[in-house]
C-alpha cells in the first residue's frame, strides 16, 4: 500500500503543480486520513485537527504554483502539516495566558473594595497569598505569575492534574475569604 501511495503521489505533482484539480482530489483522497491523523495525535481534538487537515489541503491547493520537483509530494505536504500545528500551537499559548491575565484580573476586581488605591489591594492579595500553605503557594505562582499551564505545573511538581486544580481552586477560594476578610 505505501509503494502504491508513493507512485500516486509522485505521478501527481506534476499535475498539481499545473493546476489540475481531478489530481488534487486524488492526492487528498489518499493522504487526507493521514493528515488528519498527524493532527489528531498533536492537538487530541477532533475538530481541531479535522479544521487544520482542511487548512493543509486548501493551503496545498492555494500555492501548488510553488510545488517543488525536488521533493516528494507527501513530504512538501506534511511540511505544510507541521507550519499549521506550529501557527495552531502558537496561537493556542497565546489564548491560554489571554485567559489567565483575563482571570487574574477579574481576581483582583473580586478582591478590591470601591474606591480602595490599586497599590493597597495588589498588598492585600500578596498579604493572602503568603498565607497559603507552600505547594498550594507554588502551584499558584506558577499558574498566575509564569502563565503554566495545569498539566505543566502538574509535570514540574511531579502530581496530577486533578491535584493542581484542586489546589488552584483551594488557594483563589483561600485568598477570596483573606482578602473579603480585611475588607469586613
Not at 503543480?17 to 498527524?38: C, P, T
Not at 492537538?43 to 485537527?49: E, F, G, I
Not at 510553488?66 to 507550519?83: G, M, N
Request: glycine residues 2%.
Amino acid at each position: 500500500m505505501e509503494n502504491y501511495t508513493s507512485i500516486v503521489l509522485s505521478s501527481k505533482l506534476p499535475a498539481i503543480k499545473d493546476g489540475d484539480h481531478e489530481a488534487f482530489i486524488e492526492v487528498y483522497n489518499v493522504l487526507h486520513i493521514k493528515i488528519f491523523r498527524f493532527f489528531l495525535k498533536r492537538v487530541l481534538l477532533h475538530d481541531s485537527a479535522k479544521d487544520l487537515t482542511q487548512q493543509c489541503f486548501i493551503r496545498l491547493w492555494q500555492f501548488h504554483h510553488t510545488l517543488s520537483y525536488d521533493h516528494p509530494l507527501e513530504k512538501q505536504i506534511f511540511i505544510i502539516a507541521r507550519s499549521l500545528l506550529i501557527n495552531h500551537i502558537r496561537k493556542e499559548m497565546v489564548q491560554t495566558k489571554l485567559k489567565t491575565l483575563h482571570h487574574q484580573t477579574l481576581i483582583r476586581q473580586e478582591a478590591q473594595p470601591a474606591g480602595d488605591g490599586l497599590l493597597d489591594r495588589v498588598e492585600e492579595v500578596n498579604a493572602a497569598i503568603e498565607t497559603l500553605p507552600p505547594v498550594r503557594k507554588r502551584v499558584l505562582i506558577l499558574k498566575a505569575k509564569h502563565g503554566c499551564t495545569n498539566k505543566e505545573i502538574a509535570q514540574r511538581m511531579e502530581i496530577s492534574v486533578k491535584t493542581v486544580e484542586d489546589h488552584v481552586t483551594k488557594a483563589f477560594r483561600h485568598i477570596r475569604q483573606v482578602v473579603a476578610t480585611l475588607f469586613f
